[in-house]
């Protein structure tokens, strides 16, 4: 009775560490996913960054005008996060 017992538990246990297995592996996949989507996302932001660019000094007939407001643009936007951050955290909110 007691070998029964024991080698229940021990197959309880295989089990458990076999779905804890499952869930991690699960877990890398989906943090992989992220990653590559995170990558492909910063690639397109890159380019129609460019886009804009190259859309504001054609406007303005300046190359180096275009980089620089689009540059002006994410200063200030994170100057803005920054800013947020900061109060939240003060805050005790974050």
């Given amino acids: ?5 024991v080698e229940y538990l021990a197959a309880r ?16 996949r989906r943090l992989w996913l992220l990653l590559a989507a995170s990558a492909v996302a910063l690639l397109g932001l890159v380019f129609f960054s460019l886009g804009v660019a190259v859309w504001i ?33 003060r805050d005790g909110r974050g």
């Fill in 13 to 28: 246990l295989r089990l458990e560490g076999y779905k804890l297995e499952e869930a991690g592996a699960a877990l890398l």
């Fill in 57 to 89: 000094s054609s406007r303005l007939h300046s190359q180096p005008a275009g980089l620089l407001a689009v540059g002006a643009i994410y200063v200030l936007i994170g100057i803005l996060v920054a800013t947020i951050a900061g109060r939240s955290r």
């Fill in 1 to 5: 009775m007691a070998d029964a017992a």
